[in-house]
């Protein structure tokens, strides 16, 4: 069979987060900005013919079918194809990054290639929604605005910054975050212009750190440095920079508590870029 191929499979950023409605059947109306990073996970693909899924490399704290990465490569499976997947972790877990999205993502595009299913971008997207609202951006590939519940989506150009981004030791629960009483389910649509004009914010932002003094710490901490924000409902936080440089000086001055890193900020995703040249 077709030899292994190696992966990034990319973070993401919520560049802001507005929630403009509460549905009849729960789920919330937003418009975000997803931001795809150059940094991320890694996933090396064996494809074999015993038809199983076998996983290694990080621990998995999870029942194998009951996690993100089976279970999309089971969606394609058929007959007596099998793979092998590597899996190196470096987006934190629960932080608003979206790294399990993104690994279902990567792995509905990886296979859909190695075992030649010739299935559409649109469809894996379909399967990808199956899977969690946030996959379908990351097969899709490129920063993009999205609203209703996250699945409409327009592909959007970028500057490409830099991004320092600080991983506090907590985890927020985004059901929590979601369902409480004080949470803004009524801000005004906005045109993409408008973003790009400085009028957008995250809805989640007090709430977060008014239940995480991690959070808040590390928004007070980044904000000396730039405009500090939360990614989706945390509890990583962000702040952009136009140049690699500039990212890095301000790495070097954050203390160690706050496990922070530095991404570049691409429109095209490198998991696109990584098949075209497989």
């Known amino acids: 069979m077709t030899d292994s191929i190696t992966l990034l499979s990319p973070a993401k950023l919520n560049l802001f987060l507005h929630i403009t409605g509460r ?12 931001q795809l990073l150059d940094w991320g996970d890694t996933l090396t693909f064996t494809p074999d013919d015993s038809g199983a899924i076998t996983l290694s ?19 394609l499976r058929t007959g007596h194809r099998g793979v092998h997947i590597e899996v190196t972790k470096r987006i934190p ?23 030649a299913r010739a299935f ?4 894996l997207q379909q399967i990808g929604a199956s899977l969690g609202a946030d996959v379908p951006v990351f097969v899709a590939g490129h920063t993009a605005w999205a609203a209703g519940v996250g699945e ?18 907590c ?40 239940f995480h003094p991690e959070v808040d710490n590390a928004l007070n901490i980044l904000g000396k440095f730039g405009s500090a924000r939360l ?11 136009p140049e690699k440089a500039q990212a890095q000086a301000v790495l070097s001055q954050l203390p160690a508590e706050l496990n922070a890193f530095a991404a570049a900020g691409v429109n095209k995703s490198p998991v696109l870029e990584g098949l075209v040249n497989s």
């Open 57 to 75: 490399g990080s621990p998995f704290d999870i029942e194998l079918q009951d996690n993100l990465i089976y279970r999309a490569a089971a969606q």
């Open 120 to 123: 559409s971008s649109e469809k």
């Open 23 to 34: 549905r009849s059947d729960g789920y919330h109306e937003l418009q975000t900005l997803f």
């Open 152 to 169: 409409i989506l327009e592909p959007v150009e970028m500057p490409e910054e830099w991004y320092v981004i600080a991983a506090p030791n």
């Open 231 to 241: 990614t989706g409902t945390g509890a990583c936080v962000f702040a952009s920079f």
């Open 171 to 210: 985890h927020v629960s985004t059901a929590e975050i979601f369902s409480h009483e004080q949470l803004t389910r009524d801000t005004s649509p906005i045109t993409i212009a408008a973003f790009f004009e400085g009028h957008s914010r995250n809805d989640c932002q007090d709430l977060v750190r008014n």
């Open 93 to 115: 877990e629960g932080g608003g990054l979206g790294g399990g999205s993104s690994n279902a993502a990567t792995t509905l595009l990886a296979l859909n290639h190695l075992w």
